[in-house]
């Protein structure tokens, strides 16, 4: 979706047929999270005007049930005489028309919703994501559109869409850019960039640990791999919004922007910039893959419905798969954080159990309701985990397949030129992008590895790029009980049992908190509470449950100390060497 494609030159219409729709957020009270929001709709000569409010927000899939926060809601016409109106579900509210006129609606958002990215108001700033703030209206969903804040005088305000006569005003090309186009306001910190002839703003709010200028110098980096991908850049201007707060943590793709929220102390560890700059790298290809083409399903999005696709796992999970190539790529990351990186996500994969169950076109289908905790680990996956790994064991078959010639870039790069919005793609569309760029009827692949549990032989698909997963040097066995445990007082509650474990066959359920192993009571961790014993140990297991003390007998798994690496091979063949670098666009470590 291109904004120029979208907006009309403004030389050949008047800046009031270029707003449309009009909405204004007065905020007053920030301490109490308050603002009012005031929307002029255009003359209508209906019976009735539907006005509503998205019941999700686009990047998060999952009813959020946004209508709660209004309160106050009033509806006057072209006059200002009140309008009849009332609600029909629980996000629609019914105006009344005797007389065809303009209908405004008024009415009071409380918005204290930080981590969900959709709408936050405090005494510093404000967060808006239209869709938890501005009501649509059906008829005038593709009318153009122009925001007003009145905010207090010291604020800035920053978006993706363009500003429209103050630094306090914007303006889109329909009701859908601006649901996709947040904004940042009030105190805040502003820079800006060019890279290639783009223009690039990064605008923080709340203070951190954050180096400005190594995320600006990374930041230029990283912008200028897009090409490494696909053969052009669907904008040119985009805003990096970063959040440094307490409390909330996560990002959001947008039409022109992302929003990314973390710990104020956690930019400054290497391991936890890495983690940011990795977020950057995800929403900026997502600017891309899902901005600019998705699945059907989610074109047009249905605010007020859950919109349902079996390609989720690739919307999201290759994307998380990607943000390393181009972090690698463009020097941000090394190769070791790279084996590091995807080590953690194999162990995480074969540390659920849910893997064996829920197959990514499953879980995709299943993203508005599935649940995590004990439940979700047992018997689900999610589209993030099941679809990286989806994406490279696909991207090293492709590659091993075509000499090095064919790659899963292909695949997204095709994506991007033949379904552009406002086309969506299908699973069958994919696979036979996968046979143009390939050659090779992908039908069975997929039913195994998409519509199935996917079972990968993660041995074999390393050693074709000239890498191994073992246990590092050093590692020792260790007795385990196969579950997650927390340490209270002086107790460990479990927190989950995996299916069909040891602990599991003796009834050991979540919840349960556990006293002492073989009479020994527990300790602060529950590696330390089982250094007693080995694996194949059959041991009492005191625990409370429902106020009661009870015990049952376990017997002991065997585990090591430390989790499989991955690591390059000593010797890797020539073959091996270049795959590699065909893999991740840099040389082998081990290359003679």
């Known amino acids: 979706m291109h904004l120029k494609n979208l907006l009309l030159p403004v030389s050949l219409v008047s800046l009031s047929v270029l707003a449309d729709v009009e909405y204004t957020l007065t905020i007053d009270q920030p301490d109490h999270h308050l603002g009012n929001v005031s929307v002029l709709f255009p003359k209508s000569a209906q019976a009735h005007l539907d006005v509503k409010l998205p019941d999700w927000r686009t990047g998060r899939y999952e009813v959020l049930d946004l209508a709660n926060g209004i309160r106050y809601f009033n509806a006057t016409d072209h006059e200002g005489k009140a309008l009849k109106w009332h609600k029909i579900d629980k996000s629609t509210w019914r105006v009344h028309l005797d007389d065809p006129s303009q209908v405004q609606v008024t009415y009071q958002v409380y918005a204290n919703q930080l981590a969900k990215r959709v709408r936050h108001i405090d005494d510093s700033h404000a967060f808006i994501d239209a869709s938890g703030f501005f009501m649509f209206s059906d008829p005038f969903r593709q009318e153009p559109v122009k925001v007003a804040l009145d905010v207090p005088k010291q604020w800035r305000s920053i978006s993706g869409m363009e500003f429209a006569g103050n630094k306090h005003t914007f303006s889109a090309a329909n009701y859908d850019v601006l649901v996709d186009s947040p904004i940042e306001t009030g105190v805040n910190e502003h820079h ?21 200028q190594q995320m600006l110098d990374d930041l230029k980096k990283l912008v200028k791999t897009g090409s490494l991908i696909w053969d052009e850049y669907p904008y040119q201007r985009f805003v990096f919004m970063v959040h440094a707060t307490s409390g909330a943590r996560g990002a959001t793709e947008h039409l022109n922007s992302t929003i990314i929220q973390r710990h104020r102390d956690t930019f400054a560890k290497r391991e936890d910039y890495l983690s940011f700059i990795a977020t950057a790298a995800h929403e900026f290809i997502h600017t891309w893959n899902v901005k600019n083409y998705r699945p059907a399903g989610l074109v047009p999005y249905d605010y007020l419905n859950p919109n349902y696709s079996d390609l989720l796992w690739l919307s999201e999970g290759s994307t998380s798969y990607l943000e390393d190539y181009l972090l690698l790529s463009a020097d941000i990351m090394s190769h070791d954080e790279f084996f590091k990186n995807l080590s953690n996500t194999i162990n995480r994969h074969l540390d659920k159990p849910g893997r064996e169950v829920q197959s990514a076109a499953h879980t995709s289908f299943d993203k508005w309701i599935n649940q995590g905790g004990d439940h979700g680990l047992n018997y689900s996956t999610n589209i993030y985990l099941e679809g990286s790994l989806i994406s490279m064991a696909l991207d090293i078959d492709l590659l091993a397949n075509s000499d090095g010639e064919v790659s899963y870039r292909d695949v997204h790069k095709q994506l991007y030129n033949q379904y552009k919005l406002p086309k969506s793609f299908t699973s069958k569309d994919v696979k036979d992008i996968l046979k143009q760029v390939s050659g090779k009827d992908y039908g069975q692949w997929w039913q195994q590895h998409v519509d199935s549990p996917v079972e990968l032989d993660f041995d074999t698909l390393l050693d074709k790029v000239g890498l191994e997963f ?21 107790l460990l509650t479990l927190q989950h049992v995996a299916r069909d474990s040891s602990a599991w066959q003796a009834g050991l359920t979540a919840g349960d908190k556990v006293v002492a192993f073989g009479g020994h009571h527990v300790r602060d961790s529950l590696v330390d509470s089982l250094a007693y014993f080995k694996g194949g140990d059959t041991v009492k297991v005191d625990f409370i449950r429902r106020d009661k003390l009870m015990s049952t007998k376990v017997k002991l798994e065997q585990d090591f100390d430390k989790q499989k690496r991955i690591q390059a091979l000593a010797s890797p063949s020539e073959s091996q060497q270049r795959l590699f670098k065909a893999w991740t666009g840099i040389t082998h470590p081990k290359a003679q």
Not at 192 to 212: A, T
Not at 470 to 490: F, H, N
């Open 192 to 212: 800006k960039f060019s890279v290639d002839g783009r223009e690039y703003e990064l605008v923080i709010w709340g203070e951190g640990n954050y180096d400005v």
């Open 470 to 490: 073992t246990y590092p040097e050093g590692a020792k066995t260790i007795a385990s009980l196969a579950v997650i445990a927390k340490s209270e007082g002086q």
